[in-house]
């Protein structure tokens, strides 16, 4: 069976840092590509960070030089390291991976950011 269960979320304050992490079973992980999306209340399934399985990266505009996105591929985890945390990155944050899990489905983990 396919999963991923995601962790670390939680509620800081602006500037501060929070580390989420997503544990995947059940396929190949270092063949799949990875990655993070978020949802707020009210708004769509965003974008956050991707990783192929060469390790190459992207992450969306309004995280760039603040999140990092990196692969154990010992523990078959996904990472998302987020500094200097803005209110405006409160969302349930969710890890997809590949063609397997789609984007904004599961639990996720709740990061909530007070100014």
């Known amino acids: 069976e396919v999963q991923l269960v995601e962790s670390g979320g939680g509620s800081v304050q602006a500037g501060g840092s929070l580390r989420l992490s997503c544990l995947a079973s059940?396929?190949?992980?270092?063949?799949?590509?990875m990655a993070w999306y978020r949802q707020a209340p009210g708004n769509e399934c965003e974008l956050v960070s991707f990783?192929?399985?060469?390790?190459?990266?992207n992450y969306a505009d309004s995280v760039k030089g603040r999140f990092t996105i990196s692969l154990d591929n010992a523990e078959k985890t996904v990472y998302l390291q987020m500094n200097s945390l803005k209110p405006e990155d409160t969302a349930v944050y969710y890890c997809?991976?590949?063609?397997?899990?789609?984007?904004?489905w599961g639990k996720g983990t709740q990061v909530t950011i007070s100014s």
């Open positions: 997809a991976a590949g063609t397997y899990i789609p984007p904004c």
């Open positions: 990783i192929s399985g060469d390790g190459t990266t």
């Open positions: 059940g396929f190949t992980f270092d063949d799949t590509d």
